[in-house]
């Protein structure tokens, strides 16, 4: 293969084909690649998510996050029924089981008001009976605005509107990009496993793989990708009723997850989790998935320990609850006492790509950098599914600014 091209997005994640999506509005006339590793879009973080469009209510005030989740959560509900994704605008609870949790679950509240969450309320035990009768809480938030959605063929979509916009515009699968050389000042050279791709501007929105695709002069050895892999369990079809649509517990702000809940899922079926675990590969979705250059690259980088020591009480927890049913199962029990043994099945796994600092600090927002004629997307931490179309928005107007596309 040789290619040409005048933009070239690398990664068919939601936040490549968002920005390709994008990028193809604003420039009809150019010739856009999306270039993608896999033989299909989307199979990795996206296709391997919760499936929830996050409302904005967890999000600090001002954050990256906060805006682009509110933003591109209406856009993308907007997106869906236009373009006949599924989905379902079906609310969730979010609840306090003791009273220590109260003063948590109000910060919360107060972060969706600053953040212009439509429709939040504050709801008491009963109300809480009323919308998932096997609950048991002491207060809740009621979310109306979060749903749920196919976030791959969300992807998919923006990925055929874009190849469709201009004849010449194309997605290239099975195409991994192996190295990239800026050639001269007028060009980038992309070095893929089938050959080669000439582009005038280059966005790398490599999710798992984004620091390794930056190098180190970009990350400046400072900042490192480490895969958290959640699990979850399915409810049995017996012990589906239990659950209406989503209920989450309150965010323990020391812990840089949600916390496990319970999601109807849109094609179908209710799942529980995700918990959150150190792996050993970080596109490996089995409980011993092994990759000795991932697991090198994570404990040779200070972060990766310095993260670990931080959170050590957390991990033990998280690990317990990877290899435990019961201990997995009594924190479902929080939410639904109810909840029994059988009634839960071990089911699929996806991988949070985590960027970690030096100093073992999670980047929490999401962070871009530019180099020449390359754009670098090298945090997009959840609810980047959520806010992919604000995001892909974001990123073509950086890529037009910085590098100085016309
Ligand atoms: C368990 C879990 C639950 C989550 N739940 C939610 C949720 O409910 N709601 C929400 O909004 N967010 C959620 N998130 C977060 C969200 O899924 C991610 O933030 C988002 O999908 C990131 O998209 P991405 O395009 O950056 O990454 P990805 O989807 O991982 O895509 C990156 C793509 O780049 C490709 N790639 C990498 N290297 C190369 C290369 N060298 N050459 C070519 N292609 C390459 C990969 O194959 C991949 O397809 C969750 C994440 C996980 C893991």
Not at 63 to 77: F, I, P, W
Not at 90 to 102: D, N, P, Q, Y
Not at 183 to 188: A, D, F, K, L, Q
Not at 220 to 231: L, T
Request: net charge positive; glycine share 8%; proline share 4%.
């Amino acid at each position: 293969m040789n290619e040409r091209a005048d933009i070239t997005v690398i990664g068919g994640g939601i936040i490549g084909c968002a920005t390709a999506y994008k990028l193809s509005q604003y420039f009809p006339n150019k010739k856009i690649l999306l270039v993608e590793k896999e033989s299909q879009l989307a199979v990795h973080q996206t296709g391997r998510n919760s499936g929830v469009i996050h409302s904005g209510i967890y999000y600090k005030p001002g954050s990256y996050k906060a805006k682009n989740c509110v933003a591109g959560r209406r856009e993308l509900v907007a997106f869906a029924k236009e373009h006949h994704i599924p989905h379902d605008v079906c609310g969730k609870v979010i609840v306090a089981t003791h009273s220590s949790e109260l003063e948590q679950l109000n910060k919360v509240f107060q972060n969706g008001i600053a953040n212009d969450v439509e429709g939040i309320e504050i709801i008491d035990g009963k109300k809480i009976k009323a919308i998932e009768p096997c609950c048991e809480g002491i207060q809740a938030i009621w979310v109306p605005a979060t749903g749920i959605v196919d976030f791959s063929a969300a992807a998919r979509k923006m990925a055929e509107l874009m190849e469709k916009r201009n004849e010449q515009n194309r997605i290239l699968l099975n195409t991994e990009t192996k190295r990239i050389f800026q050639e001269g000042e007028e060009e980038v050279k992309i070095l893929t496993n089938t050959g080669e791709i000439r582009s005038q501007y280059v966005i790398i929105c490599a999710g798992l793989q984004a620091d390794r695709l930056a190098g180190k002069h970009i990350t400046q050895n400072k900042v490192s990708i480490v895969g958290f892999r959640g699990d979850y369990y399915d409810l049995t079809p017996e012990a589906q009723h239990k659950v209406r649509n989503l209920i989450y517990p309150v965010p323990n702000p020391q812990f840089p997850f949600l916390g496990v809940h319970f999601t109807r899922m849109i094609h179908g079926g209710i799942e529980c989790g995700p918990n959150a675990v150190f792996v050993f590969k970080r596109e490996g979705y089995s409980r011993t998935s092994f990759d000795w250059k991932d697991t090198i690259e994570a404990f040779s980088f200070k972060g990766t320990w310095r993260f670990f020591l931080k959170h050590w009480r957390f991990g033990v927890d998280e690990y317990r609850g990877a290899f435990s049913k019961k201990f997995f199962l009594r924190r479902l029990q929080k939410l639904i006492p109810s909840l029994t043994m059988n009634e839960i099945i071990p089911s699929r796994c996806g991988v949070r790509a985590m960027a970690l600092d030096e100093n073992g600090n999670m980047l929490d927002d999401f962070k871009m950098a530019a180099d020449r004629r390359v754009l670098h997307v090298l945090n997009s931490p959840s609810p980047a599914a959520t806010a992919g179309l604000a995001y892909g928005n974001e990123i073509a107007l950086r890529a037009i600014e910085d590098l100085k596309i016309q």
